[in-house]
Nanobody, 120 residues
Framework: QVQLVESGGGLVQAGGSLRLSCVIS????????MGWYRQAPGLQREFVARIINGDTTIYTDSVKGRFTIFGDNTRNTVYLQMNDLKPEDTAVYYCNAGRYSSGTYYSNSWGQGTQVTVST
């Protein structure tokens, strides 16, 4: 099992930027992918972005070109840089860690979540 601690959420005006951080600790050898999900009030948690083996990245369509996921192995941290934020990006953002094996993703752990609020 691994432990995840997020930070960096806050209140920002539309068009602004935020950077979320997620520090991972524990059995790191069991992990080869980390990502971000979000959950808005009354909606299901949805996938936002993932980085696999430190270099392959995937994004949901609504954030492509605006969000960037990247990692710093020296700090055991994964980041989500969010630019040109929109009110519809408002949600609690959760860090996730897991492993890809034979084309299947297996989730391992979730962080506690960090609130992102984008005002008009």
């Amino acid at each position: 099992q691994v432990q995840l601690v997020e930070s960096g959420g806050g209140l920002v005006q539309a068009g602004g930027s935020l950077r979320l951080s997620c520090v991972i600790s524990g059995r790191l050898a069991s992990i080869n992918a980390m990502g971000w999900y979000r959950q808005a009030p009354g909606l299901q948690r949805e996938f936002v972005a993932r980085i696999i083996n430190g270099d392959t990245t995937i994004y949901t369509d609504s954030v492509k070109g605006r969000f960037t996921i990247f990692g710093d192995n020296t700090r055991n941290t994964v980041y989500l840089q969010m630019n040109d934020l929109k009110p519809e990006d408002t949600a609690v953002y959760y860090c996730n860690a897991g492993r890809y094996s034979s084309g299947t993703y297996y989730s391992n752990s979730w962080g506690q979540g960090t609130q992102v609020t984008v005002s008009t």
